[in-house]
């Protein structure tokens, strides 16, 4: 089973929300700068050429070269720090500069100006940032500049551009809110769908979901949803039925049988191989039986305080006879007594077949090694036996529903149902099985059991 988280449509969907929503924001932001920038700084450059152009006219057209200008002109006071101008003649000499200039020049533009203005950004006199307007004047006079500070419009901007960050987190905190409370309520009767049919995978008895409640656009996909999980239920509850029917129709008459053998006059060991084979159909008819209904999820286990010891050497007992027939020697390495948490009938079934494959098809007169013991890595039960026949590709394939292998031997070959039942009853229990070929010999181990002390 893959541990990989599964996506989350919310999740997505919020983040989708956020991502987008800040980028949308973001260019908002973007627009907006270079909107107010732009209005900003154009009705300053044009106010500050227009009144360039009528201080030049003056200066220019009325006064003569070489005049300053009067120092009762209010923009251009010493110490007002406001506004500022210069200019210079044909050979690059002042001919006139504003008293707030003092006895410093204004820096020259970067080029010379034509028809229209030039505008630059430069240090005023009195060290504040500045911004330019250079004109062309005709006459002696070649360069006219005039200045201001920028400082106070600089600061607006930055106000301005602070209050756009504060407004654009709060909308985009508002928008983030408001979209993760309308997908999660939009996504409600989602839930209660999904909800309902978990109810229903595990009491069929629950009805069917009204999908009426649904949101029109998942009303179809809703609806196709809930055909399927009620054919599924009557599929399970048909199952279910069979399950039962069946254990009842077939171990009716495995009794009667039994009964029957029992009063029929002993000839030979005719009558006790009836019986072994009567015992031998039983058992298939168990092991089909529970494989279906633990696979179906019908029967759960219960968990509990076994002692595996015990129930080791009881399956051994009851394998000796069959043992002894074959001439197979069992070496038993199992602890006078072994507490674990697990449900006593699964594990007992889980060993019985274990213990029941080795001994049906090891060779006659071969060794078989049973272990009961505690690793490191945790408690194992280990069953070991020759197997010099199996390949190691169909030691892969052990396990699987009715597998044979190829090469069988006398009693029919590794596999079947036994060992089906026992992987599916130790899912059921969270045990892994593990199957190892080695030197011709088959060993399967059991790992993932619970010691009763480590639960405490």
């Given at each position: 089973?893959?541990?990989?988280?599964?996506?989350?449509?919310?999740?997505?969907?919020?983040?989708?929300?956020?991502?987008?929503?800040?980028?949308?924001?973001?260019?908002?932001?973007?627009?907006?700068?270079?909107?107010?920038?732009?209005?900003?700084?154009?009705?300053f450059d044009e106010a500050l050429t227009e009144r360039g152009r009528l201080l030049a006219t003056e200066l220019t057209g009325k006064v003569p070269p070489g005049r300053r200008v009067p120092a009762g002109w209010p923009e251009f006071r010493a110490g007002n720090h406001t506004d500022?101008?210069?200019?210079?003649?044909?050979?690059?000499?002042?001919?006139?500069?504003?008293?707030?200039?003092?006895?410093?020049?204004?820096?020259?533009?970067?080029?010379?100006?034509?028809?229209?203005?030039?505008?630059?950004?430069?240090?005023?006199?009195?060290?504040?940032?500045?911004?330019?307007?250079?004109?062309?004047?005709?006459?002696?006079?070649?360069?006219?500049?005039?200045?201001?500070?920028?400082?106070?419009?600089?600061?607006?901007?930055?106000?301005?551009?602070?209050?756009?960050?504060?407004?654009?987190?709060i909308v985009l905190v508002l928008v983030v809110s408001l979209s993760i409370t309308a997908v999660r309520r939009a996504l409600r009767p989602l839930e209660e769908f999904g909800a309902d049919a978990e109810r229903r995978s595990l009491d069929p008895a629950v009805s069917a979901y009204?999908?009426?409640?649904?949101?029109?656009?998942?009303?179809?996909?809703?609806?196709?949803?809930?055909?399927?999980?009620?054919?599924?239920?009557?599929?399970?509850?048909?199952?279910?039925?069979?399950?039962?029917?069946?254990?009842?129709?077939?171990?009716?008459?495995?009794?009667?049988?039994?009964?029957?053998?029992?009063?029929?006059?002993?000839?030979?060991?005719?009558?006790?191989?009836?019986?072994?084979?009567?015992?031998?159909?039983?058992?298939?008819?168990?092991?089909?039986?529970?494989?279906?209904?633990?696979?179906?999820?019908?029967?759960?286990?219960?968990?509990?305080?076994?002692?595996?010891?015990?129930?080791?050497?009881?399956?051994?007992?009851?394998l000796s006879a069959v043992a002894a027939q074959r001439q197979i020697v069992v070496d038993a390495a199992v602890p006078d007594e072994m507490w674990v948490m697990t449900d006593e009938l699964l594990i007992e079934r889980i060993v019985a077949n274990l213990l029941s494959n080795a001994?049906?098809?090891?060779?006659?007169?071969?060794?078989?090694?049973?272990?009961?013991?505690?690793?490191?890595?945790?408690?194992?039960?280990?069953?070991?036996?020759?197997?010099?026949?199996?390949?190691?590709?169909?030691?892969?394939?052990?396990?699987?529903?009715?597998?044979?292998?190829?090469?069988?031997?006398?009693?029919?070959?590794?596999?079947?149902?036994?060992?089906?039942?026992?992987?599916?009853?130790?899912?059921?229990?969270?045990?892994?099985?593990?199957?190892?070929?080695?030197?011709?010999?088959?060993?399967?181990?059991?790992?993932?059991?619970?010691?009763?002390?480590?639960?405490?």
């Amino acid at each position: 089973m893959s541990n990989k988280r599964s996506p989350s449509l919310r999740r997505a969907l919020a983040l989708r929300l956020v991502l987008g929503g800040g980028l949308l924001l973001g260019c908002l932001f973007e627009a907006l700068d270079w909107l107010i920038d732009h209005e900003l700084y154009t009705r300053f450059d044009e106010a500050l050429t227009e009144r360039g152009r009528l201080l030049a006219t003056e200066l220019t057209g009325k006064v003569p070269p070489g005049r300053r200008v009067p120092a009762g002109w209010p923009e251009f006071r010493a110490g007002n720090h406001t506004d500022f101008f210069q200019l210079w003649d044909r050979d690059g000499g002042t001919l006139a500069r504003s008293p707030s200039s003092g006895a410093r020049d204004l820096s020259r533009p970067p080029q010379p100006p034509t028809t229209e203005a030039v505008l630059y950004d430069l240090e005023l006199p009195d060290g504040h940032r500045g911004r330019a307007a250079a004109l062309r004047v005709d006459g002696n006079a070649s360069i006219f500049v005039i200045a201001a500070e920028r400082e106070a419009l600089d600061a607006l901007e930055r106000r301005i551009h602070a209050a756009l960050i504060v407004t654009i987190g709060i909308v985009l905190v508002l928008v983030v809110s408001l979209s993760i409370t309308a997908v999660r309520r939009a996504l409600r009767p989602l839930e209660e769908f999904g909800a309902d049919a978990e109810r229903r995978s595990l009491d069929p008895a629950v009805s069917a979901y009204d999908v009426g409640g649904l949101p029109v656009e998942l009303q179809p996909m809703a609806a196709a949803l809930d055909r399927a999980f009620t054919r599924l239920t009557q599929l399970l509850l048909r199952e279910r039925r069979f399950a039962r029917d069946l254990a009842h129709e077939l171990r009716t008459p495995l009794a009667e049988m039994f009964a029957l053998v029992e009063t029929v006059p002993a000839v030979g060991a005719q009558r006790e191989a009836l019986a072994q084979a009567l015992t031998g159909m039983t058992r298939i008819v168990d092991g089909l039986l529970a494989l279906a209904r633990y696979e179906a999820g019908i029967d759960a286990p219960a968990i509990e305080p076994v002692e595996l010891a015990a129930v080791v050497r009881a399956q051994l007992n009851a394998l000796s006879a069959v043992a002894a027939q074959r001439q197979i020697v069992v070496d038993a390495a199992v602890p006078d007594e072994m507490w674990v948490m697990t449900d006593e009938l699964l594990i007992e079934r889980i060993v019985a077949n274990l213990l029941s494959n080795a001994v049906a098809h090891a060779p006659e007169g071969s060794r078989i090694e049973v272990r009961l013991e505690q690793r490191e890595t945790g408690l194992r039960f280990v069953v070991d036996n020759a197997a010099p026949d199996l390949t190691a590709a169909e030691v892969a394939r052990l396990g699987e529903r009715h597998f044979r292998s190829t090469h069988a031997s006398a009693s029919g070959g590794h596999a079947g149902l036994g060992l089906a039942l026992c992987m599916a009853l130790g899912e059921q229990l969270g045990l892994a099985m593990d199957f190892a070929l080695a030197a011709g010999r088959l060993t399967v181990t059991v790992t993932g059991l619970r010691r009763l002390d480590a639960e405490l």
